[in-house]
Nanobody
């Protein structure tokens, strides 16, 4: 059973940066595609970014492309999401998720992610 714990959220102003961390236990991040999703009030949870199990490829939602960067720290068994040039519309609860390598389908499909963290709140004021 993989457990994921997010941290690093907070209240910032538009244009600021934040770095989210997702610490994994009970499994190794390199065994999974590790993704970030977010959910704003009254909206569905949406895909933000994913890094493949090999670590060689990352994908981003169009809304964050060029501003967010996903990476891994294998030694710490952690996945990071560097968020720059934050906008008020980035306000949401951010969730870390793990998807088995055997899963088939788009990385954007949240149902294909087996393990989820509890989320961390990011609030961006204008």
């Amino acid at each position: 059973q993989v457990q994921l714990v997010e941290s690093g959220g907070g209240l910032v102003q538009a244009g600021d940066s934040l770095r989210l961390s997702c610490a994994a236990s009970g499994g190794t991040v390199s065994d999974y595609a590790m993704g970030w999703f977010r959910q704003a009030p009254g909206k569905e949870r949406e895909f933000v970014s994913v890094i493949t199990s090999s670590g060689s490829t990352a994908f981003y939602a169009d809304s964050v492309k060029g501003r967010f960067t996903i990476s891994r720290d294998i030694a710490k068994n952690t996945v990071l999401l560097q968020m720059d040039s934050l906008k008020p519309e980035d306000t949401a609860v951010y969730y870390c998720a793990a998807r088995s390598r055997s899963a088939v389908g788009p990385y954007t499909t949240r149902a294909l992610y087996r393990y989820w963290g509890q989320g961390t709140q990011v609030t961006v004021s204008s």
